[in-house]
Each structure stands twice: as C-alpha cells, then as structure tokens.
C-alpha cells in the first residue's frame, strides 16, 4: 500500500524564523498532496493542499512545494508565530479516493 | 448541521463488549470517512461511503470492524467483541462532492478507551 514519510518528527525554532516539513510518498500514481495542523485536543485542519500539475502554492506564511520526479513535497512557514505550533500531518491521495497521512510533526515555536 | 458532529466524545467500555461510534457529517457532503489516530500519530484510513455505498472497507483491521451508512447520511462504526488495542481516537470526515481534491473536514471524534 501507499506509505507516506514525514520528518522531522518534531521541529523547535524561535519565533520569527522559518520552518520546514517534508514528506515523502511512494505511489506515482498520487496526484494531490494537503498539509493539516492539529492543535493540541483539537481536530485536524486542512490549511494548504497542492495538486500535481503545480511545482508551488503559496498562502501568505505558508507555502507548500512538490517536487513529482523526486516524490516528495514540502511546507514552508516563514515569520513563524507561538500560534503555529501544532502537530503539522502530511497526507497524499495515492490512486484512491482516501487520504495516506504521514506520522506527524510536532512545531514547537519558542517566543 | 455545520460541522461533522461525532457521538459520543468518549466511549470507555470492558474488553468484550461491543461499541457503536456515530458520525453525522455536514448536510449535502457525498463522502464520508472513518480514520483511527492513535495518540501521536496521523489518521489511519479505516474505510469511507460514497452516499449509502461502502466504497472501500480495505482498512478495516479484522472483521470485528464495520461500518454502514444506510441513508446517505449519518453513519456508524462498530467494533464487536473490543480489544485493548483498538483503544484510539476514531476520527470521521466528509467531503462535499465525492472528491478527496475537495478536502475532507474532520470531526472533533469518539476518543475509544477499552479496559
């Protein structure tokens, strides 16, 4: 089956820096990617998705790169606020009509 | 209703007895997704109805698990015969039109303790 790999688990920066997450997946046959945030005791979010006829999107702090050759795709968040920190999950659709999701990575942003 | 509402919040219940877990997803949306997140990790896709039809059961762990949406609309989980390890958040999500391009919301879901 599809098998979708997230890191770093988990990401400590200080407030204003960048931060950077990035998955890999498998399945060629994969042709849309969204990032959820899940704050802490609260249900996961949809905050930016990707399809695979774009390299890049962007939504003001938060960017998402793929790169189709390589199987892999990125969330960038510049200027990063106390806010941002969540657990940030990946996810890609495989061939299927469900999402893979990857294991997660915890966003610690230091004020 | 406005959101994917999920019943009950918390489910505690004795190894051996059998749980149904609810999910009453946004009015009009065709698809509806059952996942199980462990705690730490990302959902894990359990199964998912287009309206009434089960359209993909392949993450259903064994046969104790089932699900059904008779109506197209709300449906139920059910696990029989509960073990320990099935302990989780069972999450629900439905999207609009059948689409997983069109996102998927998520209910705040049913977190499952068996003792």
């Known amino acids: 089956g599809e098998n979708v790999e997230q890191h770093p688990s988990t990401l400590s920066v200080q407030e204003g820096d960048s931060a950077v997450i990035k998955c890999t997946y498998s399945?060629?046959?994969?042709?849309?990617f969204p990032w959820y945030k899940q704050e802490l005791g609260k249900r996961p979010q949809l905050i930016i998705d990707i399809r695979s006829n774009v390299g890049e999107k962007k939504d003001q702090r938060i960017a998402v790169t793929l790169n189709k050759t390589a199987k892999h795709f990125s969330l960038h968040i510049t200027e990063t606020q106390p806010e941002d920190s969540a657990v940030y999950f990946c996810?890609?659709?495989?061939?299927?009509?469900?999402?893979?999701f990857g294991g997660g990575t915890r966003l610690m942003v230091k004020p | 209703g406005a959101g994917v509402s999920q019943s009950p919040r918390y489910k505690v219940t004795k190894r051996g007895q059998d749980v149904a877990l609810r999910c009453d997803p946004i009015?009009?949306?065709?698809?509806l997704y059952w996942y199980r997140q462990a705690l730490g990790q990302g959902p894990e896709f359990l199964t998912y109805?287009?309206?009434?039809?089960?359209?993909?059961k392949s993450g259903l762990p064994n046969d104790r698990f089932s699900a059904e949406r008779p109506e197209g609309s709300i449906s139920t989980l059910t696990i029989q015969r509960t073990e320990q390890r099935d302990s989780a958040m069972y999450r629900c999500?439905?999207?609009?039109?059948?689409?997983?391009?069109?996102?998927?919301?998520f209910g705040s879901g049913t977190r499952l303790t068996v003792v």
């Open positions: 109805f287009n309206y009434e039809a089960q359209q993909d």
């Open positions: 996810a890609d659709n495989n061939a299927g009509n469900m999402l893979t």
């Open positions: 999500a439905s999207s609009l039109r059948g689409q997983v391009r069109d996102g998927y919301t």
């Open positions: 009015s009009g949306h065709v698809s």
């Open positions: 399945d060629s046959a994969s042709n849309y």
